[in-house]
């Protein structure tokens, strides 16, 4: 499977985003989905992961509560809604998928990553 992430951008401090994740391929409700991000000078962190079906979700401690992470397998997509986003949010942004039962926050568990959509929010 192939994909795409999109949707950063520049934002303020309390603002929102969401970003959304572009899968190829027939069987994209195989995959369970992740999204990590990576600081500058910091090692790829864990943010947020769905099931299959789409009916488990599981968040980094760091984002829950102002992070939504849901899909879309009739479109073959998944999206990250980022509300109340912190200037400690910047990074850059990627969706992974992983033949995993339930949820993963472990990158070793996803065999398959986009490129990166870069994330900054501005004090």
């Known amino acids: 499977v192939q994909l795409q992430a999109f949707g950063g951008g520049l934002v303020q401090a309390g603002g929102s985003l969401r970003l959304s994740c572009a899968a190829s391929?027939?069987?994209?409700?195989?995959?369970?989905m992740g999204w990590f991000r990576q600081a500058p000078g910091k090692e790829r962190e864990f943010v947020a992961a769905?099931?299959?079906?789409?009916?488990?979700?599981y968040y980094a401690d760091s984002v829950k509560g102002r992070f939504t992470i849901s899909r879309d397998n009739a479109k073959n997509m998944v999206y990250l809604q980022m509300n109340s986003l912190k200037p400690e949010d910047t990074a850059v942004y990627y969706c992974?998928?992983?033949?995993?039962?339930?949820?993963?926050?472990?990158?070793?568990?996803?065999?398959?990553w986009g490129q990166g959509t870069l994330v900054t929010v501005s004090s």
């Open positions: 769905i099931s299959r079906s789409g009916g488990i979700t």
């Open positions: 391929g027939r069987t994209f409700s195989s995959y369970a």
């Open positions: 992974a998928a992983g033949v995993v039962a339930g949820t993963a926050r472990h990158s070793e568990s996803y065999d398959y």
